[in-house]
């Protein structure tokens, strides 16, 4: 079982949802966008092995949201 690999994919949508409502992961909370704070709790999470930022292909993923986090966006 050591093999085994734990990896955390996080999905942001393109600029807005399947409602036409504009997507949120970008908005700033506490300084930094929203999606930021979710990638870096799991950077913390020792179970994981690695961490995927799936976006949509018209999604406009801002690099700082990963930087500095080993977060590879897809």
């Known amino acids: 079982m050591a093999d085994r690999k734990a990896i955390a994919c996080v999905e942001v949508e393109g600029a807005a949802g399947p409602l036409g409502i504009p997507a949120a992961h970008g908005a700033e909370v506490l300084g930094k966008p929203a999606v930021r704070h979710v990638l870096e709790a799991l950077a913390r999470c020792r179970a994981l092995d690695g961490i995927v930022l799936a976006a949509a292909a018209e999604a406009d993923v801002d ?3 990963v930087a500095g ?3 590879r966006v897809l």
Do not use: C, E, T
């Open 63 to 65: 690099r700082a949201w």
């Open 69 to 71: 986090l080993g977060v």
